[in-house]
Every structure is written in C-alpha cells, then in structure tokens.
C-alpha cells in the first residue's frame, strides 16, 4: 500500500536531526538521488595526531544492487598526513572502475561534506563552489553509471583500522533534500492560519446532498490556495495553472520540508484515476483510500458520518459530510485541508507557503530528476515524461464548458478520448468535483449533477463498495433497504466466483461482502456456497 513508501519523506522530514556514525555499517536506508543529497559534518575533539579511517558511502538500485562506492581515505601518522584522497567506484567485482581525487583535501580533515548525485562533481568541501571530480574524463562511468541506474537506497559506513577515531573526531551526516522549489510566486510571503467558518447548505430530499443546492449566492470563497486533482492526470495546481500528467502508482501531489514538514501522496490506477491519499505530518502517517477509508498503522479506523475524529498524532481532524471527506491538518499546525470524494476526485485547500512546497500542486519535477514526481518506477509504473492533450471534439462535454475551472472540461476530454465510455458513476464524480471546487473558490455553479443518482444512498454505497470491504457508516441510509436489497439478485451468480469473474459484474466487492454476510445469516442453500474471495491487498 502507499504507506510503504512514506519512509522516504520520514527522512527529510527529519531533515534537521543529525545522526552521529559509529564504526561499521549504519544499515540501508531509502534514499531518491533524484531529490535527495548527504550531507557530512566533522568536528575533531583534540589535536590531531594519528587518525587511519575510510568514510564510505555505497548505493543501490531497487532491486537491491550495489551500483557505486564513494570513499573519503584519511591516514595520519605523528601528526603527518600521509594519505588524504576521495574516490570514486562503481558496483562491478572484478574489473571494478575508480577515479581519485588527491589534491582537494589539501592534507587537512574537512569539516562539511555535501554528496550530491545530481551533480557530475559529486562532492563539495567546506562550502566550495568548485565541485571536485567536476572536469574528470576519467570518472565517466560514474557519470554513466547514474544515466542508467534507479539509486534508491543508500548506506553510510566508517572504517576505523585505528579503533581511535571516537576520541579525535565527531562525524555525523543526515539526508538533506536537493529540490530547489519556484521563488518567483507572490504568495510564498507567509501568513497566520485562519481557519474559516465551515460553509453549509441545506439537504435536499433527493440528489447528491448539499451539491445539488441550487445556489442564489456565492458561497463564501476559501482564505487558501486550492489545487485540484482530475481523473486522467489532470491537475489544477495552486498558482492556477492546468496541467496534465502521466499518473502511475505513486506520485507526490504536495509536500513541505521545512520546520514542520508534511506530505501528501497519490496513488494512482492505471486508468490515471485516484484511488488512495497518504498523509505523512511530522513522524505519524495515515491513509484516505477508496470507500472513504481511514487506514492508520495497517488497520481500518472506524467512524461514523457526520462526526469528527481526531486522527492520533496527527493534529488532523478528518469528517465525511455530504458525500465529501474532508481532513483538516491545521490544528496540529499544517497548513492544508484535504477534500476527497471516496473515489477518483481530491482538492487541497493551502493556507500558507514557506517557500519549501514541493510536489504536482506546485510544479512538476526538473527533467534530471524524478519525473512527475513518481516515487515508484517498477516496469508496472512505467510514465511519460510529457503526454498530449486529446485533439478530438468532446460534444458530451458541453455540460463542463462553463466552469470556474478549466481543468474539468480538460478532464472530460481525455475520460472521452479514443472512444473511451466513461460510467456514469465516473462522470457523477467529476461533476461533483466542479461543484466542490466552484464552492471552495466562492463561484456560484447552476446546473444539475451529471450521472448521478436521485437517490443520495445510492451514491453512498456505490462508493463504498468500490473500496476494501468495511462496515457501513452512514446515517439516514438504513442498511438492510441498500445492502441487503441492492442488485441482491446477481448475488448468487456473482458473488462466489473469483474475483477475475467478479470484476466483470456490475457488482462492487463491498457490495458481494455485505449480501452474502446477510444471506448467510437467513439462508441454508449459502451455508453450502464456495468462499468469497476477497481482495489481497485489502485490510
């Protein structure tokens, strides 16, 4: 799931924190050469006499391999140095590649050292701003090695052949991020946090709650930023810019490294849909998913509709109203609010920048580095750097034209390109999204919700069922008339074949969940039926 991946940002989250290394090994860690780099710190303890120790650092692809070595040699004897070199070496046994730089260290022990992949001069000393290896030709597989390997771990070792480094010499590092977010947006100024007042509307008896409302005045407009994220990798960022990625697997949508760092993550299908939202503030995580699932800790965390739940450690207070779940990080001092429809649909509501923002919502990545800020490049996530946008004429996305945002017609487009058949249910959602969004930013939107039910549960327990299976938690929904009664005649067809036949069906796995928990209670003839077969990467 995607909280396996937030041990990444958990290091630059901890950006600040300086590990002190000890003899040997200090274990692999995850590490993004694309938007990461180490940085050293040295501090001697007394005068330095006799000192014979290696600071290595070695990398590794996904699959485990070691890809490439750097090593700082150091070795002084009655105060004479007689050895001060950097090197650098790729992964191969055998025939291994090295390149020296002897003359940087001018015999003295450095005291910072900055170790940054994307830069073909590897290494920085003291601050300069010459880096070493920098014009080489000689270290051209290093070069080569990094055009053609995924480095995502790295580990730090020191060899002390002494054993008295410990009493001349503090040496610690930490993993830094290398990103360089945009400067030149006028809103980076920071500002107070203001939370405004929660806008409500009335219920209507049929449609899809307080969306349907028709309007006679603009809502109230959000105090923040908003960046809203499509079906088919369309995204509307902060500063209101239209774009449209290749979203495959894991991509980060925003992030903040800075004194209080957060980070919000998109999971996405291969149909370019949204299909789970990580959240990573401070050292707690937890995950939005499909069927408006809370998951904390690898465990579903149970809530009813229309209440609010404090999500532990993390200051976030998340609450499903009108079919929207909203999780507000600003009590626990994160800017941001998180809207999700419970299927393919989110916007983030940002109330203050700092200049550290990274992520789709405020630029994509620079082509040297991650591409549209994938964390994932399996052969299944395989992405483009740069996608077109579909040439052929949309009339079924007439109804979108007139919007307060321009990326929903976009979306409507591409869900329609090449013949594509988008469900109702998918273009329930992005209207839906139009009205959301038209809301936040204090637009009045007239028109009716496309593809939607009249019935208001109905919605509901589509979206629910279209997630992991879980109790239902709605109100005014009774369980027995939408569970038990809905499309309960495919059950016995549907529900005990195996998931390749029931992914075919018009019935949702939640939904074959629920029917045959409830026949099974009511009906011999099911006591005798094949187990269901349930998702393996649900709860």
């Not at 994509?364 to 740069?386: A, F, T, Y």
């Not at 058949?421 to 209207?431: K, N, R, Y």
Request: aromatic share 10%; with cysteine.
């Amino acid at each position: 799931m995607i909280l396996l991946i937030l041990s990444m940002l958990f290091v630059l989250a901890e950006a600040e924190n300086w590990t002190l290394l000890k003899t040997g090994s200090d274990g692999r860690l995850d590490f993004d050469s694309a938007t990461m780099a180490l940085e050293f710190r040295i501090t001697p303890k007394k005068t330095l006499e006799n000192l014979d120790f290696n600071l290595v650092t070695k990398f590794f692809d996904l699959s485990g391999i070691l890809k490439g070595a750097t090593s700082l040699k150091f070795q002084m004897k009655k105060g004479k140095v007689l050895k001060s070199f950097l090197r650098l070496s790729n992964g191969r046994s055998g025939d291994q590649a090295r390149c020296y730089d002897r003359k940087v260290l001018e015999e003295q022990v450095p005291e910072t050292i900055l170790l940054d992949l994307t830069d073909p001069g590897v290494f920085l000393i003291d601050n300069s701003k010459t880096p070493n290896f920098a014009e080489n030709k000689g270290c051209s597989f290093w070069e080569n090695m990094l055009a053609e390997a995924n480095i995502s771990g790295v580990e730090v070792a020191l060899w002390d052949s002494n054993k008295n480094i410990r009493r001349h010499l503090d040496i610690e590092y930490k993993i830094i991020s290398t990103y360089i977010p945009p400067t030149t947006t006028p809103e980076l100024a920071t500002s107070p946090i203001t939370v405004p007042d929660i806008i409500t509307t009335a219920t209507t008896d049929v449609g899809i709650a307080n969306l349907e409302v028709m309007m006679t005045e603009p809502p109230a407009p959000s105090s923040g930023e908003i960046c809203s994220l499509y079906p088919q990798g369309v995204i509307s960022t902060f500063n209101d810019q239209s774009e449209h990625y290749d979203l495959k697997c894991y991509h980060v949508i925003a992030a903040s490294y800075g004194s209080s760092p957060w980070f919000v993550y998109g999971s996405f299908d291969t149909d370019h849909m949204l299909q789970a939202l990580a959240v990573y503030v401070g050292s707690t995580a937890f995950e939005i998913s499909r069927g408006w699932m809370l998951n904390q800790g690898g465990r579903k965390i149970p809530y009813r509709e229309g209440e609010e739940v404090d999500i532990e450690g993390s200051g976030c207070i998340l609450s499903l109203k009108n079919l929207d779940l909203s999780v507000d990080c600003r009590p626990g001092g994160r800017p941001f609010v998180l809207h999700y429809d419970g299927y393919s649909v989110a916007h983030i509501e940002l109330f203050e920048r700092h200049g550290s923002e990274i992520g789709l919502c405020v630029q994509n990545s620079s082509p040297h580095r991650r591409v549209n800020w994938q964390m994932s490049r399996g052969e299944d996530c395989l992405i483009k750097p740069d996608i077109p946008d579909c040439g052929e004429a949309a009339p079924q996305c007439a109804e979108f034209e007139t919007s307060c945002d321009e990326s929903v017609v976009r979306a409507c487009r591409e869900m329609y390109c090449q013949g594509g058949e988008p469900t109702p249910e998918q273009i329930c959602s992005l209207s839906q999204a139009r009205k959301e969004k038209c809301h936040l930013v204090g637009s009045k939107q007239p028109g009716p919700l496309i593809g939607c039910p009249e019935d208001v549960c109905q919605r509901k327990y589509f979206i629910l069922g279209a997630g992991c299976p879980q109790q239902p938690f709605f109100i005014d929904c009774p369980d027995e008339e939408y569970v038990e009664n809905y499309m309960s005649s495919f059950f016995l067809l549907f529900c005990v074949t195996n998931l390749a036949e029931l992914a075919k069906s018009l019935l949702t796995r939640a939904q074959c969940f629920y029917l045959q928990q409830s026949y099974l209670q009511s009906s011999a003839l099911l006591q005798q039926t094949v187990p269901f077969h349930y998702r393996n990467d649900c709860y």
